[in-house]
């Protein structure tokens, strides 16, 4: 591993003032993704700015809202009382990922900027799109098993792989960001970019941004919510297939619903038109079978993960029944 330097950062604006000062410098909290990517190749920083004693950890609730602290460890925010009881699919979007021992030491931060488990990506030997602009795209072609069938472009179908952004997407949480021109606020829908013909870009971020904290709307769905994964085994494995699902229903009229999926898109899936075959339709096998049609339209499946695209319904199919009961 190539030698890298260290600085203990003791507020958000000298982080991001010690960051942009910095050469070659990104933030670190756990470092539970960061260090593995340095340590194989497939990312070179010369200097780590470190965050954990920024005051920016912590789990809060204000009106209306959960507020997530960027530092925050996962392991904090899937075990806090509220969050299992307020926000289950957060919950049990955290615990579904990773191992105890990492979920102690990742970050919430960290856990959103994880980049993703294409093998092509994570092997500084292989041409990547995503590492090396331009190189090329072997997954198109090659080992795609794990990749997405929604959002890719023929520069890149590399899966999303953080669980806890499937969820927060499906809550419409909001991100924000402190960097050299101040703070902004970016809702999750627009935080994660689609690849194009620029991978090497995942999210809206600026150069030299911190991610600070991400606040969650308090909704009578949130509260009724549940994330269903799929995955190769029953631990520290990424999704195949997942879905978080936040539900309101009168009687068995569907009032309001939100949908998110992972292991599908190249960014965590959200489709509106998904939601709005369901609202205001009784929860019925026709109705969400109709839902699942539309989900998977517009979706590009390669020679090793064509099976995503009739285990994806099936995944909505069986969490909205495990929610609202489909008759
Ligand atoms: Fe790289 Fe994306 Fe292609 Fe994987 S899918 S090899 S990350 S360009």
Redesign the pocket.
């Known amino acids: 591993m190539r030698a890298f330097g260290y600085t203990v950062a003791r507020s958000p604006a000298e982080a991001v003032r010690i960051a942009a000062a910095t050469s070659g410098a990104t933030f670190v909290a756990g470092g539970t993704d960061l260090l593995n990517l340095m340590r194989d190749g497939a990312e070179v920083h010369d200097h780590l700015v470190d965050v954990n004693a920024l005051g920016i950890g912590g789990v809060d609730f204000e009106s209306g809202r959960l507020r997530v602290g960027a530092a925050a460890r996962m392991r904090e925010v899937a075990e806090h009382p509220r969050v299992r009881r307020e926000f289950p699919v957060l919950s049990e979007a955290l615990l579904a990922s990773a191992s105890p021992q990492v979920r102690n030491m990742a970050a919430i931060g960290g856990n959103l900027l994880q980049r ?1 488990r ?1 093998g ?2 994570r092997d500084p030997g ?1 041409a ?4 090396v602009p331009g190189s090329g ?4 072609t090659g080992h795609n098993r794990g ?1 997405a069938i929604l959002g890719g472009s023929e ?4 899966a999303q792989p953080s669980d806890l952004a499937v969820a927060l997407t499906a809550l419409d949480a909001t991100v924000h960001l402190l960097g050299p021109a101040g703070e902004r606020a970016v809702p999750i829908a627009d935080f994660y970019l689609l ?1 194009g013909s620029t ?1 090497i870009r995942e999210t809206a971020m600026r150069p030299g941004e911190l991610i600070t904290r991400v606040d969650v709307p308090r909704t009578a769905a949130a509260a009724r919510s549940r994330y269903l994964k799929l995955r190769d085994r029953a631990t520290f494995e990424f999704a195949v297939v997942s879905v978080a699902a936040a539900l309101r229903t009168r009687g068995r009229r569907v009032e309001d619903v939100r949908l998110a999926f992972g292991g599908v898109g190249t960014r965590p899936w959200r489709d509106v038109r998904v939601e709005e075959a369901l609202r205001g339709r009784r929860l019925t096998g026709r109705t969400v079978a109709e839902a699942g049609r539309v989900l998977v339209r517009d979706a590009r499946p390669r020679e090793g993960n064509g099976f995503k695209v009739e285990l994806v319904r099936r995944a909505l199919e069986s969490v909205l029944d495990d929610l609202g009961g489909v008759r």
Not at 128 to 131: D, I, L, M, P, V
Not at 137 to 140: D, E, R, S, V, Y
């Open positions: 993703t294409c092509y990506f292989s990547c799109n995503k590492r795209c072997p997954a198109i990749h520069h890149c179908i590399a690849p991978p």
